[in-house]
C-alpha cells in the first residue's frame, strides 16, 4: 500500500480530530485545550515529546539514522472571527473560528506522524513535528525558534517543510508550490490624530481629527502609486477607522490601522519611514497632532529553490503532474513560516481545500466567517507531509549535496 492508501485508512480519525479543532478554537499563544489535543493524538507514538514554556507548542522528535534531520511543521492557532458557516462541527467559541484551516494543518500533521511511525524503519534521519501557536499575528514561529526548536533532535534540522490550506482558488486536493519569494512581508501601522473637540455646527471653533485622517487614508494611498516601483510590490490597507460617537460632535481623537506588505527590503524600509513623514505633514497642515506606531512584523518567505523543486517532484509522484501547480507570482499574504525559511532552507506548499464542485473564484476565501475547508484532503496532506520527509532522505537535494561536500 502507498502513503496516501495508508493516510486514507485514516480518514476517519483525521476528520474527528480536525471537527474537534475546530469546534473548540483558541487564538493567540497559549492554546491549552489545543495542546491538550495534540498531545493525546500523538500518545503511543515513538516519539519524544516536549512542550513549550513561552506558549503552548508541541515539539516531537522521531528518531532515525545519522542523516540530518527534516522538520515538518503545522500552526495551531485560530482567528477572532465569528463564524457563519453552519456546519454541523462549527465553533462553539464565541467569537473565534478556525478561518484559515490551522485545524486541518494540525489533523494532517498528526496524521503524518502516525504514517512515519509506521515506517520508521525506513527513516535514515529524525523527523521534528513542529506544532506552532500563534501564527496570527502572534509571532509563534519566532517564540519556537527561541526555544529551540530547530535543534530539538540534536543536530540542526537539514531542511524544512510547513503547508497552508486554502479554501478557494486552488482546485481540491491540488498542490502549488513557488521557489523564491513565495509570501509578502507583514508590518502593522497605527496612527492616532490629537485634535481639539467641538460642535458639528462650528467645525471653526474645533481642531477637527477626522478630516485629518481621512485626508491621510486617502494621500497614503496616492503615495503607493506614485513613490513607489510597480514592479517592486506593496499593498498598503486600512483595517481599521475609529473616531467619535455622535453625529453632532467633533471629537477629540480619530484613529486607523493599516496593514503594510512588501516583497523587498529597500521597499520595506522606505515606506515604513516614508508613511510617518506623510502622516506628520498632514496633521501640521491641519493643526493636529498625530502618533505614529510601526510594528514590524513577518519578514518575506522565502523558499529555497532546490527544496521547493524536490517538494514539487514529491507532490507529483503522489499525485500526478496535473495536480501540481506552480504558482506565476507571489502572494500578499504573509507567514511566520518566514522565520524558520530565514534559518534552514526548505518550502512552504499550498494545498487546495475548497469543496469539491466549488466556484474557486467565488467561494469564501481564507480569513472569512463563510469560508468552508473540506475534510477530504486531510489524507492528501497527511500523505505529502510524511513523504516529504521519506523522500527528502532518500533523495538529498543539490543544496544538501553541496552542504555534505563542504563538511
Known sequence: MTTYDDAAELGDDLVALRH???????IGLDLPRTQERVLRALDGLPLETATGTACSSVTAVMRGGDAPPVLL????????????????????VDGAMHACGHDLHTAMLAGAARLLADRRGELPGDVVFMFQPGEEGWDG?????????????????????????????????????????????????????????GHGSTPHRAKDPVTAVSQMIVSLQTM???????????????????????????????????????FSDTTRDRLLSTLPRLVHGIASAHGVGADVEVLPGYPVTVTDHDETAFAADTAAGLFGDERHHTLEKPLMGSEDFSRVMQAVPGSFIGLGAAPVGADLEEAPFNHSPLAVFDDGVL????????????????????SAAAEGERR
Request: glycine content about 10%; proline content about 7%.
Open 224 to 262: 503607493m502609486t506614485r513613490e513607489f516601483d510597480v514592479l517592486d510590490p506593496a499593498v498598503l490597507s486600512v483595517g481599521s477607522l475609529h473616531s467619535g460617537s455622535a453625529a453632532n460632535v467633533i471629537p477629540d481623537t480619530a484613529s486607523f490601522a493599516a496593514t503594510v506588505r512588501t
Open 141 to 197: 514561529a519566532g517564540v519556537m525558534l527561541e526555544e529551540g526548536v530547530l535543534d530539538a533532535a540534536g543536530p540542526r534540522v537539514g531542511a524544512a517543510f510547513g503547508m497552508h490550506v486554502f479554501s478557494a482558488v486552488l482546485p481540491h486536493g491540488h498542490i502549488a508550490t513557488r521557489p523564491g519569494p513565495i509570501l509578502a512581508a507583514q508590518d502593522e501601522v497605527r496612527v492616532t490624530v490629537h485634535g481639539a473637540g
Open 73 to 92: 511543521r503545522a500552526d495551531m492557532d485560530a482567528l477572532p472571527v465569528q463564524e457563519r458557516t453552519g456546519v454541523e462541527y462549527a465553533s462553539r
Open 379 to 398: 489524507p492528501v496532506g497527511a500523505a505529502l507531509y510524511a513523504e516529504l520527509a521519506l523522500r527528502r532522505f532518500a533523495e538529498p537535494t543539490a
Open 20 to 26: 474537534d479543532l475546530h469546534r473548540h478554537p483558541e
